[in-house]
């Protein structure tokens, strides 16, 4: 029943390797998003994707891409892990860019 | 850079209304305000948005002055669980959120 999920909830990983963070909603949205929460509690948009096609790319350092096989999915692979990566990653979704957000519960990921 | 500004913090006694104020002094025409919510260790919640006019929904009551400079929520009967961090956004439709520092409202029993 959950829209938007996430998985995994936790994720504890060394520096320099690769994860990935799956997210999927069930709401028939055709937007999907990626959100950043650092340790100071900031939330930052990431990317967007409209029906497969990236429509937003902040300034997000090339090890993250994110992939979306289809509009019920946008995955978040990240390369070469390093400890500024620490944070808190949310997933969220809304039917177009311009309505109302969705977001999943997100990932935390830890890199030692 | 956020365009609102709210106070950090808040307490409420529960049971009562609270009413968090948002300042948007530079809002343009095309701008809705919108809330959301992060309880503790959980995704944002949509709250409620509007344009020029009052709104209420189940949630919440949105309050916009006349010259949409500033605006309030209002939890009319606030509860324990209503205890967050309280975001006001202001933002072109299409545009993406821009999250704040919002205001941490605690609930007082």
């Known amino acids: 029943d959950t829209a938007v999920s996430q998985t995994p909830k936790y994720l504890v990983t060394q520096m320099g390797n690769d994860k990935s963070i799956k997210c999927e909603q069930n709401l028939g949205h055709d937007t999907m998003y990626w959100y950043k929460q650092d340790s100071k509690k900031f939330l930052k948009i990431m990317f967007s994707?409209?029906?497969?096609?990236?429509?937003i790319n902040e300034t997000v350092p090339n090890r993250f891409s994110p992939k979306s096989p289809d509009k019920a999915h946008l995955n978040l692979h990240i390369n070469s892990l390093e400890l500024g990566d620490s944070a808190v990653y949310f997933c969220a979704s809304s039917q177009n860019s311009g309505d109302t957000q969705y977001f999943g519960p997100g990932t935390r990921l830890t890199v030692l | 850079d956020a365009k609102t500004t709210q106070p950090p913090s808040m307490d409420c006694a529960e049971g009562r209304a609270a009413n968090l104020p948002c300042n948007h002094s530079?809002?343009?025409?095309?701008?809705?305000v919108y809330w959301y919510r992060q309880i503790h260790s959980q995704g944002p919640q949509y709250i409620i948005h509007g344009l020029k006019n009052n709104e209420t929904n189940e949630m919440a009551s949105l309050i916009i002055t006349e010259d949409r400079k500033s605006s309030t929520l209002i939890l009319p009967h606030a509860t324990l669980r209503d205890t967050a961090v309280y975001y006001c956004?202001?933002?072109?439709?299409?545009?993406?959120?821009?999250f704040g520092k919002g205001t941490r409202l605690h609930i007082l029993p």
């Open positions: 530079t809002i343009s025409g095309n701008e809705y």
């Open positions: 994707y409209n029906n497969k096609e990236l429509i």
């Open positions: 956004i202001v933002r072109v439709r299409d545009d993406k959120i821009i």
